[in-house]
C-alpha cells in the first residue's frame, strides 16, 4: 500500500482539522500506511504486546488524564514506552495540554506532534475517512457524472459525441453536476464513488460556447461534491445496420475497479 508523508497530510487538511505542529519538524521517517487509528493507553500503562505502532496514535482525554495521576519520574517512563516504537505521528485532540516532557521526547525520536482542537472521536472519524479515500483504489474515466434523482449517472462515449452537452441538459431540468470531462472514481467500502478533480469542480466546457461555472450560472443546488456510480450511460453513434436493444431486456454491466455496474 501507498503511504502519505506527515508532510502531505498536516498540508492538506491542516485548515479543516484546524492542526497546529508541536515538535520541531514535520519529517517522519515512518510514513502514513493505514487508516485506523490507535490510541495508546495501554501502552502508556506498560502493556506493549501486539502495539499497532503502523497507526496515528491519538492521545485524547483518557490518555491525558492517565499520565497526570503519575509522578515525574513514572510519566517519563510511560512517555518512553511509546517512543520506543517507529511511529508516524502523534495527535493531542480537543486542545489539551500536554507534559512538556511528550515533546522532547518526539523530537528526539524523531516523531511529528500534532495537536487539533477537535473532540476525540469526531477528529477520529473524520480523519479515518480522509485516509480511507486517500488509499483506496482508484480511476480517471473521460466523461461526465450528474446526480439524476439520486442516481449516480455515468455519460460516457467518444470524443465529441455530446457528453457534456446531454450532462447540461439534466443541469438545466434540476438535476446535480459532479464531474464533467475527468471522473476521479475510487472504490471504497464496497461502492464506487465518483467526483471531480480541483482544477475542473464545478466547470463544464461546451463546444461552441466555451466553459461554463455551473455554481455561477444554476447555483449551489446544481453541483454536488461526490456521488456514488449507479448506472453508465454510454453514448454511440447511430448506425442503421446496428441491431440495438430497444426494450432494454437484456442487462449488460461494465466493470470498474473490480465492481460491475448497469450500462445502458
Sequence with gaps: MRGISVERFFE???????????????????????????RP??????????FLSDRIQILGETEMLFLETLDERERVRAIDRLFEH?????????????????????NRAGVPILRTPLST?????????????????????????VDVYGVGLLITGESGIGKSECALDLVERGHRL??????????????????????????????????????RMFGIRAISRRKRLSVEVR????????????????????????LKIPVV
Aim: glycine share 8%; proline share 3%; net charge negative.
Design 121 to 145: 472521536t469526531p477528529f477520529i472519524h473524520q480523519l479515518t475517512e480522509y485516509l480511507e479515500r486517500a488509499f483506496a483504489p482508484r480511476t480517471n474515466i473521460h466523461g461526465s457524472l
Design 235 to 258: 453514448l454511440k453513434e447511430w448506425g442503421a445496420e446496428v441491431d440495438y436493444d430497444r426494450l432494454g431486456l437484456e442487462e449488460r454491466m461494465t466493470t470498474v475497479l473490480g
Design 178 to 215: 459532479v464531474a464533467d470531462d475527468l471522473v476521479i472514481v475510487t472504490r471504497m467500502r464496497g461502492e464506487l464513488v465518483g467526483e471531480a478533480s480541483e482544477r475542473l469542480r464545478d466547470l463544464m466546457e461546451i463546444r461552441g460556447i466555451g466553459i461554463v461555472d455551473i455554481c
Design 86 to 106: 517507529d511511529l508516524p505521528c502523534v495527535i493531542v485532540a480537543k486542545g489539551l495540554e500536554f507534559p512538556r516532557y511528550l515533546i522532547e521526547r518526539g
Design 12 to 38: 492538506e487538511r491542516k485548515e479543516e482539522f484546524q492542526l497546529e505542529l508541536l515538535s520541531a519538524s514535520l519529517s517522519s521517517a515512518r510514513p502514513i500506511t493505514v487508516a485506523d487509528m490507535n
Design 41 to 50: 493507553g495501554l501502552a502508556l500503562a506498560g502493556f506493549t504486546k501486539n
